[in-house]
């Protein structure tokens, strides 16, 4: 499966019998599927099967879909008169003008009444509505297969980059496990050291705790276990990558996982070189987290 951005845009036209139809489509980051739409006065019974086509498609990103409906040329149609309607407006002028001397109805005046004209479209037949439906449901289907498309071509470039933010994560984790500090030698070395400094500080402690006390710390300052959890995490983020499909959820929280072994191992550095190497790690990881909310 391919991964997909939240982000993306489409444009569809298509016409029929005379009526021509062009569909929007824009969406952008969201935790769940939202969708708003903009649809012509009239057109209110679309709203349902526009809904659930984008949600058979896409699993997240809110959405907006405008639907704009013309003439094809950009003409209009020429309006109907209600002819029955009409003559009953005459007829009850007429009547008005004979019991009451009102002035006589004129026929731009009895035109431009409410009602008299109608436009055409409002007076479609069953048929010619279903076709028109089926059309606009039509271009609608090839505007949602171009924003899959955008989508795809943007989370292609995102999963790129996110696959260079790990491949940076586990050149670090290699240089902090292959760092000199980490030598047993070089741990006791430095706690030999803090303890001298100790013992010529005040000759009343306890060298015996002292020792001991350095033994618990080299033990606590052992970051063997976060080393082995970030490799852990990089195997599953490439995993995860390579398998595709609505899977920036779950980035989302390897990214935050990534994030607590590199606080933990800031915090249990002994060593100025494996603080620097901690502290560049976070810098990738939000990198990292900050591309994740791109996909779906």
């Given amino acids: 499966m391919t991964l997909q951005s939240m982000t993306g845009f489409s444009r569809a036209t298509g016409e029929a019998n005379g009526t021509s139809i062009a569909w929007e489509l824009k969406s952008v980051n969201g935790k769940t599927i939202e969708i708003r739409l903009r649809l012509p006065p009239g057109y209110e019974r679309l709203e349902q099967g526009v809904r659930q086509s984008l ?44 019991q009451f001397g009102t002035a006589p109805a004129s026929a731009d005046g009895l035109l431009a009444l409410r009602g008299v004209l109608e436009p055409a479209d409002t007076l479609e037949t069953e048929e010619t509505r279903a076709g028109l439906d089926a059309a606009i449901f039509g271009t609608f289907e090839h505007a949602i ?75 606590k300052a052992d970051i063997r276990e976060e080393i082995d959890r970030l490799t852990t995490h990089i195997a599953s983020g490439r995993a995860l990558l390579a398998a595709g499909g609505p899977i920036g959820r ?13 606080n933990t191992l800031c915090s ?13 790690l976070k810098a990738v990881v939000d990198q990292f987290r900050e591309q994740v909310q791109n996909l779906e």
């Fill in 145 to 219: 297969a171009d924003l899959a498309k955008a989508r795809q071509a943007e989370g292609q470039a995102t999963g790129e980059l996110l696959l260079g933010h790990i491949d940076a994560i586990e050149a670090l984790v290699a240089r902090a496990e292959a760092d000199p500090s980490r030598e047993p030698a070089s741990i006791r070395a430095r706690l030999a050291e803090q303890v001298a400094l100790l013992m010529d500080a005040s000759a009343g402690l306890d060298e015996s705790r002292l020792h001991m006390e350095a033994a618990f710390l080299a033990t």
């Fill in 55 to 98: 949600q058979k498609r896409f699993a997240r990103g809110n959405f907006q879909a405008t639907l704009t409906i013309g003439k094809v040329g950009g003409g209009t149609t020429q309006p109907v008169i209600n002819e029955a309607f009409l003559k009953d407006l005459a007829g009850l002028a007429k009547r008005l003008q004979e």
């Fill in 250 to 262: 779950k980035l989302d929280f390897l990214a935050q996982e990534f994030n607590r072994e590199s």
């Fill in 268 to 280: 249990k550095s002994n060593a100025g070189a494996i603080t620097a190497i901690g502290l560049e």
